[in-house]
């Protein structure tokens, strides 16, 4: 498959200070967001549906090979990031990599930031809709520490792996999103950015609804809503990376509270 598109790309021009958001959203670093305008490379509308499907079939890997211990779940964890990346590097050839870039020092910084945001966010909201909603547990954190040291080192790292691939679950259904929106329905760069971030956010809840007993108010209010956050590290940096790191800061973080309690139950 060859990487040109036979549709034509949007028309380029220059992206101007009314093009753009604030400070507060997107850095002055002159970056923008890779092939929802066709560079580095346009996508037509049928590679971006071969994109889509294949965050789903990749999804399906994850929950549907059985997973008995950690160190067995370490192989759909890793289907998940492996058929979405291999698919991209299909239709886009080389400029695959273009979702990620160099993390520098306020990269990591940026990491921390939003992992904290997305913390405070999650804390407030859960605690909101826990007021008027039941809540379901996520069994994978609560079971953190149970299976011994070699299991939950196998956690860390599965856990690790598997929050690449849902970066990418939301990642590139938003990229699409936003070439739809920009390149073919017209609309300005902002509006894409904000319709691509919510629908990606209620996607992301949606893919949640299996963890938590198909509650749909905490996936889609809870989960979707903290993911704001997290898309946030994205749509600010350009870069996955950092959003992958916020999200492993922010996953951890709950681990580790889990394993700690464990350890002091069994001691």
């Known amino acids: 498959m060859t990487t040109e598109s036979t549709e034509p790309a949007a028309e380029l021009r220059p992206l101007t200070e009314h093009d753009r958001f604030g400070r507060l959203i997107e850095r002055r670093d002159g970056v923008d967001f890779p092939f929802y305008n ?10 971006w549906i071969l994109v ?3 965050v789903v079939v990749g999804f399906l890997a994850l929950v549907l090979i059985p997973q008995p211990d950690n160190f067995v779940a370490i192989l759909p964890r890793a289907l998940f990031v492996i058929i979405p990346l291999a698919v991209l590097a299909l239709v886009a050839g080389r400029h695959w990599t273009a979702i990620f870039r160099r993390v520098r020092a306020v990269d990591v910084g940026n990491m921390f930031f939003f992992a904290a945001l997305n913390l405070a966010l999650t804390f407030v ?65 902002k509006t894409a950015i904000i319709l691509a971030w919510i629908i990606s956010s209620v996607w992301f809840g949606a893919a949640h609804l299996p963890t938590y007993d198909w509650n749909w108010v905490q996936a889609i209010v809870v989960i979707g ?3 704001i956050a997290l ?7 350009k870069n996955l990376w950092v959003s992958v790191g916020a999200h492993i800061i922010n996953d951890w973080v709950f681990i580790t509270v889990a394993v700690i309690g464990a350890a002091a139950a069994a001691s």
């Not at 066709?38 to 590679?47: A, D, F, I, Q, T």
């Not at 826990?130 to 040291?149: K, R």
């Not at 898309?231 to 940096?237: E, G, Q, S, V």
Request: without cysteine.
């Open 38 to 47: 066709g560079v580095p490379v346009e996508l037509s509308v049928g590679r």
């Open 52 to 54: 889509w499907a294949s």
């Open 125 to 189: 909201i859960g605690a909101l809709v826990s007021l008027f909603f039941p809540v379901a547990p996520n069994t994978t954190i609560g079971g953190a520490g149970e299976g011994g040291v070699a299991d939950t080192i196998a956690l860390y790292v599965g856990s690790g792996i598997q929050l690449i691939g849902e970066e990418l679950f939301v990642v590139l259904p938003f990229l699409a999103l936003m070439y739809v929106l920009f390149a073919k329905a017209g609309v300005s760069r």
């Open 225 to 227: 809503s903290a993911r």
């Open 231 to 237: 898309t946030l590290a994205f749509i600010r940096t």
